[in-house]
C-alpha cells in the first residue's frame, strides 16, 4: 500500500484535516493491557493525586499514537510514516466521568524534503493546554 497523497500535490502549509480524539478512563484500562504498562498513575485516581498529580493521567505513547492517526488517515497509509517524534510537554488529565478527556490534533506540511517525503508538524492539545511539543512526522508520500 502507498500514500494515497501525491508529493507534488502538497505545499508547505498544507493542512491535514483536524481530528478530536476521546479519552476515557476505560480506553486507558484497555491501553494499560495491551501495552504492558499498568502504572498506576493511569488508573488509580488515589495514587495519582498521592504522587502530585491532578488526576489519572493518559500514558505518553498512547496520546502520540492517537496523535500520529491524523497524518495516517491523511497519507491513507500506516507504513507511509519514515519517522515520528515528539516531546511530552503536559499531561492529558483523564477525569471520571462519562465525557474524559479530548485530545485535539491539527496538522501542516513544514517542509517538502528529498526522496518524495515531507515533514508534518502536528499540534496537540488537550484541555487548551498544549500536550505535545516538536511533534513532527515524516512521511514518504505517492
Known amino acids: 500500500m502507498t500514500a494515497k497523497i501525491a508529493y507534488d500535490d502538497v505545499e508547505v502549509g498544507t ?16 491501553y494499560a493491557g495491551a501495552s504492558g504498562d499498568f502504572n498506576p498513575i493511569h488508573w488509580n485516581e488515589r495514587f495519582a493525586k498521592e504522587v502530585g498529580l ?3 493521567i493518559a500514558h505518553g505513547m498512547f496520546t502520540m499514537a492517537e496523535a500520529i492517526r491524523v497524518v495516517t ?3 491513507g497509509d500506516p507504513g507511509s510514516v519514515v519517522e515520528y517524534g515528539v516531546r511530552f510537554t503536559k499531561p492529558v488529565v483523564v477525569p ?11 496538522g501542516k506540511v513544514g517542509a517538502k524534503l528529498d526522496d518524495n517525503t515531507v515533514r508534518i ?9 498544549k ?3 516538536m511533534s513532527r512526522a515524516v512521511v514518504r508520500l505517492a
Open 96 to 106: 471520571d466521568d462519562d465525557k474524559g478527556a479530548l485530545i485535539e490534533v491539527a
Open 73 to 75: 488517515d491523511w497519507t
Open 121 to 129: 508538524d502536528l499540534t496537540v492539545t488537550s484541555a487548551g493546554q
Open 54 to 56: 491532578p488526576d489519572v
Open 15 to 30: 493542512e491535514l484535516p483536524a481530528q478530536s480524539f476521546p479519552v476515557t478512563r476505560a480506553a486507558l484500562v484497555q
Open 131 to 133: 500536550v505535545l511539543g
